[in-house]
Structures are given as structure tokens and as C-alpha cells.
């Protein structure tokens, strides 16, 4: 007869399996909170006029139409002269705040030359931002209204004196053979408060079409007249029927004058004279690295004769 | 300890479940439970802030409900665990033992009701889905949350009432309790 196999008697006490539903707990939770926390980055304080539609936990901060953030407090500032907002950035929208970044809140606004901003409406206010390029900073002014779009690198902006504002607004676009090829950024009382100056911006492709003689008018709105030799009616786009704008011309005497350099002071004229609209000088348009890749139109529209009623 | 396996096993299961319930109780009260988007209301909560929005909306029975159903009783289940293993470990006191069986009583009797709080945000995450005015999306943290209620039950339920009363018969100086 075989003897029973002697009993092993272990002195050490195992471990009860069920103790990696701890350990494991503890990783997971772990986990989900360096997962939760991973994602906040930096907090930034935005001051701000008015803090209307800012709501805290719930306002974001939008970049490129993709959340960034999300505001975390609002408080009057100690002088009470406006609103300051905390806003927690994402962690991979921690670059953006820095310095030269631009915040405004969005709001729904309907004007009769826009509509922005529709969906604010239901999901209320949100604020917007473009980044800054400096040095990372943690407070910043926000704008009052959206900013402009932002001119490309190569465009160029340019003033034009006129006796009176009309329909222009910050916005209105400026049109070259009724192609838009820039947009007024602002405009202001002269100094001596005897005309009004308005600063327009040229987009890079067309700043060649601008000389030092180039002749600039109002192409807003419409003029009705009736005179002696019948009626005549003036208008351009429906866009700058309903926004206001700015055309120009320039003149083709050869050779043609040089390009008008940044900031170049311009009359802007009531209207057109008949001569101005004949004017089709043939001006490459000197912009080899934007042309070719984002716009066709303004390779092809100084060669094409120029079209309709302008004639 | 060893002196019986099935004693021991208890013991371990119920600290071993007890001990994880705990840990995760920090995610589940940190980490966002429900995102919702409610007619333009776009808001993420924890636990916490959900009670607080409540309470600020006027909803303060609603607020108390939450609070109690959710951060006191879970707290309380685990304190609970928590002073019936250490009972157990130490020996109780004679005149302790019938409070503490009833304290198991309770907490095997309200383990439960705490899952208020998930069956809301998965009643909610099913019902609410109207694409953009309206969407309730449930988060991790509701995940969590409900490890720890279903935690604390198993914790409740491996726990044996009658190991409380064992230690009776062992070197006690005083054997004649209340009962």
C-alpha cells in the first residue's frame, strides 16, 4: 500500500485573489482622474466691458469653431469698470494665450449688412479668439466687437479722405472692377474734424492694382438722376447696395505709377467720373505665392476686357 | 485570523471590496457624470455641482434627495463596512453587538438607492436625444460612481453578520451583556 503523499504546509499565508479588485479599482480610478485632468491647461483672465451672455460653466471658449474652453468665473473688476472672466483652456490650447490673442464675444446679431452668430441663439453667448503670436500671457483685454478678418501676410491698408461717411462701415468691402479686393477696417473724424478718414486694406494678390494715382469712390448705395439727356441710374453690387463700399480705378498711362506704398492717403470721391470707369490698365498682379494657389479670378481679370456697363 | 477559512474569506472579501469602493469614490466625485446640452444649457457636472445647480435652481428637496442618495450614503455605507470589520477584527463589545448587526441591516437595506444617480443619467441618456437643442451624454465619472454603489453591495453582502458574534465566546472580560 501506498503511503498518502505528504501534506506541503505552506507558512506563508497566501494572498486572497479578491484583493485585485482593489488594486485594480485603484489603477482605474487613477486613470480617470489623470485622464480628466490631463486635458485643462492653463487658466487665463479676460477682462471684458460688458460680461452680458457670459455664463459660468457653461460659455466656451471657441477657436476655429472647435471648443477650447470653458469659462470658470466672472467677477466685476474692483473699480467696477468692467468684467473680468476666467476662462480654463484645454491643455492643447495652451498656446493660443499669448500675447497679440484677440477674445470678443459672440452673440447673435442681426444687421441689415449681416448676420452672425445665429447659433448663439440656442446655445448662448460664446467667445471667440484668435491666438496671439508673443510671449505666453495669462491676462488679456477682450475686444468689443469682432475683430476684422485678419489681413494676410502681403496685404496692405491705405486711407482715404472723404468729405462725408455715407454708407461705409468697418466691413464694407472695396471693389475693383466690382471684384472684391479688400475691406474698410475702420473709419474716423479727421483731426480738424473737416473730413472723415477711412482705412481700407488691400488683400495681398491685388495691392498692385493700388498707384499713387489710382482714384477711389463711393460705390455705395444707388444715385437716381434725371437730367436733360434722360434718366440715369447708378448702381454696383447688390453687396454694395446693401453694405456701402468703396471702388477704384487706375489710370493707364504708361508707364504706370508706381505702387502706392502702406498708408497712402487717397481723396475718395462722390462718385465715378465717366473717364475713371474706361481706365483698363494691365497690372500683373504681383503676388506669385497666394495667386497661384488661392485665387483665380485675378490672374484672368486684368487680360479679360473689362465687362458691362462700366463700358 | 485563519483560525476559519470561511471567516478569513469574508473578511478579505468584504475589506478587499471595501478598499476599492473607497478608491474609486475619488474619481466618481471628480470626474464629470453627465454633459448635457438642454436648450442652449450646455454644461458638464460632477456629482457635486449637479446638486449645487439644483439646489440654485430652487430644486432644493430634489438637491437633498441627490445629496443624501449619493454622496452621504455611500460615505455612510463605507464608514459603516469600515466599523463592522474593525468590530470584527478586534472583538466588539457585548453591549455593541446588536446596534451593529442592525447597522448591517440598514446597510444591506439601503445599498441600493444609491443608484439613483445612474439610473437618472442612463434615463436621461436615453431619453434626451434630440441631436443639437437637446442631448444628455453620459461621462466616465457615472461609471465609477456606479463601481462604487455596486462595490459597497458586494462588500455588504460578503460580509457575514454572524462573525460579529463569534468573537463572544473568545477571552472577553465581560460576557454578560445587554445581548
Known amino acids: 500500500m501506498n503511503t498518502l503523499p505528504k501534506p506541503r504546509i505552506s507558512r506563508r499565508p497566501t494572498i486572497p485573489l479578491v484583493w485585485v479588485v482593489p488594486l485594480f479599482a485603484l489603477i482605474v480610478g487613477a486613470w480617470m482622474l489623470i485622464n480628466e485632468y490631463r486635458n485643462h491647461g492653463p487658466e487665463i483672465v479676460i477682462d471684458f466691458e460688458d460680461g452680458s451672455g457670459i455664463a459660468v460653466g457653461k460659455t466656451r471658449l471657441v477657436h476655429k469653431g472647435v471648443s477650447v474652453g470653458i469659462v470658470r468665473g466672472a467677477e466685476l473688476k474692483p473699480d467696477l469698470s468692467g468684467v473680468s472672466v476666467r476662462v480654463r483652456l484645454d491643455r492643447s490650447a495652451a498656446p493660443l494665450a499669448a500675447e497679440g490673442a484677440q477674445f470678443w464675444v459672440v452673440q447673435p446679431e442681426i444687421s441689415f449688412g449681416a448676420v452672425r452668430g445665429l447659433d448663439t441663439i440656442l446655445t448662448g453667448a460664446r467667445i471667440n479668439v484668435t491666438p496671439g503670436r508673443g510671449a505666453p500671457a495669462r491676462h488679456f483685454t477682450g475686444l468689443e466687437h469682432p475683430p476684422l478678418p485678419r489681413g494676410r501676410d502681403g496685404s496692405r491698408s491705405f486711407i482715404l479722405s472723404a468729405d462725408r461717411l455715407g454708407s461705409i462701415n468697418p466691413g464694407s468691402p472695396v471693389f475693383y472692377r466690382e471684384v472684391k479686393v479688400g475691406l474698410v477696417e475702420s473709419s474716423r473724424l479727421s483731426d480738424d474734424s473737416t473730413s472723415v478718414l477711412i482705412r481700407f486694406r488691400i488683400e495681398a494678390p491685388y495691392v498692385a492694382l493700388v498707384r499713387t494715382n489710382t482714384r477711389f469712390w463711393n460705390a455705395g448705395g444707388f444715385a437716381f438722376k434725371i437730367g436733360l439727356f434722360g434718366a440715369e441710374l447708378k448702381n454696383t453690387s447688390l453687396e454694395s447696395l446693401v453694405s456701402g463700399g468703396i471702388a477704384f480705378a487706375t489710370p493707364d498711362t504708361l508707364p504706370l505709377a508706381s505702387p502706392a506704398p502702406e498708408n497712402t492717403q487717397f481723396e475718395l470721391s462722390r462718385e465715378a467720373d465717366k473717364d475713371w470707369l474706361t481706365w483698363s490698365p494691365r497690372i500683373p498682379l504681383n503676388s506669385p505665392e497666394q495667386s497661384a494657389k488661392d485665387t483665380k479670378a485675378p490672374t484672368l481679370a486684368p487680360l479679360l476686357p473689362a465687362a458691362g456697363k462700366n463700358e | 485570523m485563519n483560525r476559519h477559512p470561511s471567516r478569513s474569506a ?32 450646455v454644461r458638464t457636472d460632477t456629482i457635486w455641482t449637479g446638486i449645487v445647480e439644483l439646489y440654485a435652481k430652487g430644486l432644493w428637496p430634489l438637491a437633498a434627495i441627490v445629496f443624501i442618495a449619493s ?84 462588500a455588504t453582502r460578503a460580509f457575514d453578520p454572524r462573525l460579529l458574534w463569534t468573537p463572544v465566546t473568545a477571552p472577553h472580560p465581560s460576557t454578560q451583556g445587554s445581548g
Not at chain 2, 12 to 32: E, I, S, W
Not at chain 2, 100 to 128: H, K, N, P
Request: hydrophobic share 60%.
Open chain 2, 10 to 41: 469574508s473578511l478579505h472579501r468584504t475589506a478587499a471590496f471595501a478598499l476599492a469602493a473607497a478608491f474609486l469614490m475619488v474619481p466618481a466625485n471628480f470626474v464629470p457624470i453627465l454633459h448635457s446640452e438642454l436648450a442652449g444649457d
Open chain 2, 71 to 154: 454622496l452621504v450614503i455611500p460615505l455612510f455605507k463605507l464608514a459603516g463596512l469600515g466599523v463592522l470589520l474593525l468590530s470584527v477584527h478586534h472583538g466588539a463589545a457585548p453591549s455593541h453587538l446588536r446596534p451593529l448587526t442592525r447597522l448591517y441591516a440598514f446597510l444591506d437595506a439601503i445599498g441600493r438607492w444609491s443608484m439613483l444617480d445612474v439610473f437618472l443619467v442612463a434615463f436621461l441618456a436615453g431619453v434626451v436625444r434630440f441631436g443639437a437643442p437637446a442631448q444628455v451624454t453620459p461621462l466616465p465619472g457615472i461609471v465609477a460612481f456606479a463601481l462604487v454603489v455596486t462595490l459597497t453591495i458586494l
